[in-house]
T-cell receptor
Framework: LAKTTQPISMDSYEGQEVNITCSHN???????ITWYQQFPSQGPRFIIQ???TKVTNEVASLFIPADRKSSTLSLPRVSLSDTAVYYC?????????????FGTGTKLQVIP | GAVVSQHPSRVICKSGTSVKIECRSL??????MFWYRQFPKKSLMLMAT?????????EQGVEKDKFLINHASLTLSTLTVTSAHPEDSSFYIC???????????FGDGTRLSIL
């Protein structure tokens, strides 16, 4: 089963670009990579999903190298409201169904 | 799109009570729903996975008779915490997914407090 490893925490000043990298050395051929954001006492919110190369949407970009053993979430020009925990998830196939396991996540603190 | 509604958002009840939490996908059909538990300042812990019309698959260490999961339709799953005790107090979160390799969409969680 693919496990993920992320930095426990990061600090960034407002207006800066933030890159959070996730390692997933055992990713399977069929697995997608998904990133979520979670605020305290709320459920995680979907940010972006990708399989390979680069994916961009209105809030973030996701960079995935050719070997797919890692991925980087890029948040452009963060604001104080981006302070949250960010989780990288990799799909897992087990027993005929697919599930994902949450790792520790990265607590991002945006500083004024 | 992709809205998941979880109800109730907060429950406070006496020890021994059974509590039912509902999870609904409002604008899509969810072939799979997941139930998680989260302790303060910790990550989400998967409790069980359920596919519509079949029995839930529980993670190791999760008592299936304690945490009853029903996924009777493509838009509704319920988690019943039976005979709840203070150690069952936690933040419970559901998610729903339309198809394999599509992202999960999460409810806003239920804060369960057992007195």
């Amino acid at each position: 089963l693919a496990k993920t490893t992320q930095p426990i925490s990061m600090d960034s000043y407002e207006g800066q670009e933030v890159n959070i990298t996730c390692s997933h050395n055992n990713i399977a051929t069929n697995d997608y990579i998904t990133w979520y954001q979670q605020f305290p006492s709320q459920g995680p919110r979907f940010i972006i999903q990708g399989y390979k190369t680069k994916v961009t949407n209105e809030v973030a970009s996701l960079f995935i190298p050719a070997d797919r053993k890692s991925s980087t979430l890029s948040l452009p020009r963060v604001s104080l409201s981006d302070t949250a925990v960010y989780y990288c998830l990799v799909g897992e196939s087990s027993g005929g169904y697919q599930k994902v396991t949450f790792g520790t996540g990265t607590k991002l603190q945006v500083i004024p | 799109g992709a809205v998941v509604s979880q109800h109730p958002s907060r429950v406070i009840c006496k020890s021994g009570t059974s509590v039912k939490i509902e999870c609904r996908s409002l604008d899509f059909q969810a072939t799979t729903m997941f139930w998680y538990r989260q302790f303060p300042k910790k990550s989400l812990m998967l409790m069980a996975t359920s596919n519509e019309g079949s029995k839930a698959t529980y993670e190791q260490g999760v008592e299936k008779d304690k945490f009853l999961i029903n996924h009777a339709s493509l838009t509704l799953s319920t988690l019943t915490v039976t005979s709840a005790h203070p150690e069952d107090s936690s933040f419970y979160i559901c998610s729903a997914r339309q198809e394999v390799n599509q992202p999960q969409h999460f409810g806003d969680g239920t804060r369960l407090s057992i007195l």
